[in-house]
């Protein structure tokens, strides 16, 4: 049997076009999508209409929100919010100001209140170490659920950590804004299907692939 993981960053926010929105802003680590990561988190949930996704999780910042449930809208499907996929702060010393829960089940009707997770935000926290949170916190749901096929929406270092912890690749990963990582599992492991990170869905690849994180 052959299992497979899609990850995907957020698309666009609106903090990339306007540098000076965090100085005032109420959340300044949770920005939204932009105009155009809207339309990028909707031409992605398009490419994988006819894919065989069985279940969405997301990190629980705002922009990985709106992407996913963008995609839950073409796949029709709920979404599970995971900390454990949470964004990685290296300069932050405590969890910052995410939107509340009640305003959160309000604004996005597919967020699935059953769900429990299984992964945990704490910081101050490390790249390293959040590259490895990432990818423990995958790598435990794909393994629990090995017959469904797990769509991941998050942020590109999160990316980078789930994509080395259960590939082992070493190389440099460029990820840019709603690109998609195909990963599948059969009996030799996990492997990255084609080059990673496309962005052959997108309308606009040139503005993605300017926000593109290294690493």
């Not at 299992?3 to 939204?32: C, M, V």
């Not at 999780?57 to 919010?81: E, G, W, Y």
């Not at 998050?154 to 080395?164: L, W």
């Amino acid at each position: 049997m052959t299992q497979t993981l899609w990850i995907i960053r957020h698309g666009n926010r609106e903090d990339f076009g306007n540098p000076n929105w965090a100085s005032s802003a109420k959340r300044p680590y949770d920005p939204a999508l932009s105009a155009d990561g809207e339309r990028q988190a909707q031409e992605a949930g398009s490419s994988l209409r006819q894919q065989p996704v069985h279940r969405i999780f997301a990190s629980p910042f705002l922009r990985t929100i709106q992407t996913a449930h963008h995609i839950a809208d073409a796949v029709n499907l709920p979404v599970a919010l995971e900390p454990g996929i949470g964004e990685v702060l290296p300069n932050v010393q405590q969890m910052p100001a995410l939107l509340a829960e009640t305003e959160r089940s309000q604004q996005f009707a597919r967020l699935d209140a059953a769900y429990q997770p299984i992964g945990v935000l704490a910081y101050p926290e490390n790249e390293a170490d959040g590259h490895r949170r990432s990818g423990q916190t995958v790598q435990q749901l794909a393994d629990a659920l090995p017959s469904q096929n797990l769509l991941f929406v998050t942020h590109a270092s999160p990316v980078i950590g789930i994509v080395r912890h259960l590939t082992g690749i070493q190389e440099q990963i460029s990820v840019p804004l709603c690109g998609i990582f195909t990963l599948q599992r059969n009996g030799s492991g996990w492997h990255l299907v084609g080059e990673g990170g496309s962005v052959a869905h997108l309308s606009d690849s040139a503005t993605s692939l300017r926000y593109a994180h290294s690493g």
